[in-house]
């Protein structure tokens, strides 16, 4: 039992002289969180093709995070919804938010940042949503109240190249007791860090 937590400790030890070494040679080990909420496009529905880096955004609306689209009225009430929820839905209106949405964002990645690794924390997404970069599905995330992380290093384009991320957003069926608004409804991070690092 002894030599076993000898073993422990002089394992902990060794590879924190090899972290501290290695920032001591002027790497950098620090984890740089950039907020990444201003200047996301948003579009209230479904739409085919949203995923794909190609697909022409222009004519969505330009908004800044957090976002909960829940609060505003759904566009050309047909007497099916009050304000923006749905009596079709499973949960009838009072739980009835059935719409989903997209949310799309571009960024190039500094070229004195090529070798980082990189990484996206969303703080909150009501409910189901899905990761893209440059049109490659990177995350899926079920449920709306935690908070989760998606390494996006291999799918990023080289330094000083345009990278587009799109999140799908789906909220519908008897999905929670309580209001939950909709949508990307706390920050995001951009998370840059060395191969070498201390993590959160």
Same mark, same amino acid.
Request: aromatic share 12%; charged share 25%; with cysteine.
């Given at each position: 039992?002894?030599?076993?937590?000898?073993?422990?400790?002089?394992?902990?030890?060794?590879?924190?002289?090899?972290?501290?070494?290695?920032?001591?040679?002027?790497?950098?080990?620090?984890?740089?969180?950039?907020? %990444?909420?201003? @200047?996301? #496009?948003?579009?209230?529905?479904?739409?085919?093709?949203?995923?794909?880096?190609? +697909?022409?955004? !222009? =004519?969505?609306?330009?908004?800044?995070?957090?976002?909960?689209?829940?609060?505003?009225?759904?566009?050309?009430?047909?007497?099916?919804?009050?304000?923006?929820?749905?009596?079709?839905?499973?949960?009838?209106?009072?739980?009835?938010?059935?719409?989903?949405?997209?949310?799309?964002?571009? %960024?190039?990645? @500094?070229? #004195?940042?090529?070798?980082?690794?990189?990484?996206?924390?969303?703080?909150?997404? +009501?409910?189901? !949503? =899905?990761?893209?970069?440059?049109?490659?599905?990177?995350?899926?995330?079920?449920?709306?109240?935690?908070?989760?992380?998606?390494?996006?290093?291999?799918?990023?384009?080289?330094?000083?190249?345009?990278?587009?991320?799109?999140?799908?957003?789906?909220?519908?069926?008897?999905?929670?007791?309580?209001?939950?608004?909709?949508?990307?409804?706390?920050?995001?991070?951009?998370?840059?860090?060395?191969?070498?690092?201390?993590?959160?």
């Amino acid at each position: 039992m002894k030599l076993r937590a000898l073993l422990k400790r002089s394992i902990f030890v060794i590879i924190s002289s090899l972290i501290v070494t290695a920032c001591s040679q002027g790497t950098d080990c620090s984890v740089r969180k950039i907020k %990444f909420d201003q @200047d996301w #496009k948003f579009h209230l529905g479904q739409m085919e093709d949203a995923a794909k880096e190609s +697909y022409d955004d !222009s =004519e969505w609306r330009v908004l800044n995070l957090p976002h909960d689209w829940s609060v505003e009225p759904l566009p050309g009430s047909d007497g099916l919804s009050v304000g923006p929820f749905s009596k079709e839905s499973a949960g009838g209106f009072a739980t009835g938010q059935t719409v989903g949405g997209w949310y799309r964002k571009s %960024f190039t990645i @500094d070229r #004195k940042d090529a070798h980082k690794l990189h990484s996206l924390y969303f703080e909150g997404v +009501y409910a189901q !949503s =899905e990761v893209w970069v440059n049109g490659q599905k990177v995350n899926f995330n079920a449920y709306g109240y935690s908070s989760f992380k998606c390494d996006i290093t291999s799918y990023c384009h080289p330094a000083g190249e345009v990278n587009t991320i799109a999140v799908k957003v789906t909220n519908e069926g008897k999905n929670s007791r309580w209001y939950a608004g909709s949508g990307i409804y706390r920050h995001v991070w951009f998370i840059k860090t060395d191969s070498v690092h201390l993590d959160e």
